[in-house]
């Protein structure tokens, strides 16, 4: 199965995603690879993949990729091998990935993998005071391109299996717990 968390930058995907890998069995991350600079407390394989700009494009040739996109000018892509291979070991994927790679990853696997959608939701003002107080401190600049994908982001809630208000890590944790476990026949 497929979690998918998705919501603007800020939103709290990647801290949601470590708790729940914390706190439950059989539960993976599937990090992108990225055409993005590592940042500080970013650990290879585990926060994503990087590779350079033109590595990333010789894989987008060679058609590695199920989906892949460019945000803040860098490439981000869903690795079509190490997916099938978590897929096929039983595993429960949870991967952040945006609105765009939401959509992407449903036609293509729609088929043959159960696949479980989750947005994030954050209000506007949250969202600027959580990227302001970030570790890897974004430029004002950066701030401003995260807020501005804010609306359009948010268009797209009708993908969205799930929507969650994030506004309490241990709340919103437990909810997505009880989701995984009540799509996987657990509850």
Do not use: C, W
């Given at each position: 199965?497929?979690?998918?968390?998705?919501g603007v930058?800020?939103?709290?995907?990647?801290?949601?995603?470590?708790?729940?890998?914390?706190?439950?069995?059989?539960?993976e991350?599937?990090?992108?690879?990225?055409?993005?600079?590592k940042?500080?407390g970013?650990?290879?394989?585990?926060?994503?993949?990087?590779?350079?700009?033109?590595?990333?494009?010789?894989?987008i040739?060679?058609?590695?990729?199920y989906?892949?996109?460019i945000?803040h000018?860098?490439?981000?892509?869903?690795?079509k091998?190490?997916?099938?291979q978590?897929?096929?070991?039983?595993?429960?994927?949870?991967?952040?990935i945006?609105?765009n790679?939401?959509?992407?990853?449903?036609?293509?696997?729609?088929?043959?993998?159960?696949i479980?959608?989750?947005?994030?939701?954050?209000?506007?003002?949250?969202?600027?005071?959580?990227?302001?107080?970030r570790?890897?401190?974004?430029?004002?600049?950066?701030?401003?391109?995260?807020l501005?994908?804010?609306?359009?982001?948010?268009s797209?809630?009708?993908?969205?299996?799930?929507v969650?208000k994030?506004?309490?890590?241990?709340?919103?944790?437990?909810?997505i717990k009880?989701i995984?476990?009540?799509?996987k026949?657990?509850?």
């Open positions: 199965m497929l979690v998918i968390l998705s930058a800020g939103a709290g995907k990647d801290t949601i995603k470590k708790e729940l890998i914390k706190r439950m069995e059989n539960v991350s599937l990090p992108s690879y990225t055409s993005r600079q940042r500080e970013d650990i290879e394989g585990q926060t994503y993949h990087f590779v350079s700009k033109e590595e990333f494009e010789e894989m040739k060679n058609e590695e990729f989906e892949y996109d945000h000018n860098q490439y981000y892509g869903t690795s091998k190490l997916l099938n978590k897929i096929q070991n039983g595993k429960v994927i949870v991967k952040d945006d609105v790679g939401t959509e992407h990853l449903k036609e293509l696997l729609k088929e043959d993998t159960k479980v959608t989750i947005f994030l939701r954050v209000p506007k003002e949250e969202l600027r005071k959580r990227l302001e107080e570790i890897d401190k974004p430029s004002p600049q950066e701030i401003i391109l995260r501005n994908r804010f609306d359009y982001e948010e797209k809630i009708d993908l969205y299996d799930y969650l994030n506004d309490n890590l241990e709340k919103t944790v437990q909810i009880t995984i476990e009540y799509e026949g657990e509850k």
